[in-house]
């Protein structure tokens, strides 16, 4: 199993960002995906889900409006637009699948809201 996030950077407050996060060695169309961060200092915490077919999303309450997530089951990729970004949103973001894939994490990726 590998999960391969990409799309961070330094971006102003006010700022956009699209993450992608590529999946292999499961069958992704099967299992929910989830986007993590983890803020230095802080414990990690889920910003959103999607259901495998992308019909349904949640959004921790404070991306909700800025943040969307996104699957293409075909490309076996998850991703997520992040719109209006803040200082608080800076934080290292981390894709997760659903049920017993849960347990593998990617590399991250790192996203910095900065003036």
């Known amino acids: 199993v590998m999960l391969v996030e990409s799309g961070g950077g330094l971006v102003q407050p006010g700022g956009s960002l699209r993450l992608s996060c590529a999946a292999s060695?499961?069958?992704?169309?099967?299992?929910?995906m989830s986007w993590y961060r983890q803020a230095p200092g802080k414990e990690r915490e889920l910003v959103a889900r999607i259901t495998s077919t992308g019909g349904s999303t949640n959004y921790v309450e404070s991306v909700k409006g800025r943040f969307t997530i996104s699957r293409d089951n075909d490309k076996n990729t998850v991703y997520l637009q992040m719109n209006s970004l803040k200082p608080e949103d800076t934080a290292v973001y981390y894709c997760?699948?659903?049920?017993?894939?849960?347990?593998?994490w990617g590399q991250g990726t790192q996203v910095t809201v900065s003036s």
């Open positions: 997760n699948g659903g049920g017993y894939y849960s347990r593998f």
């Open positions: 060695g499961f069958i992704f169309s099967y299992y929910p």
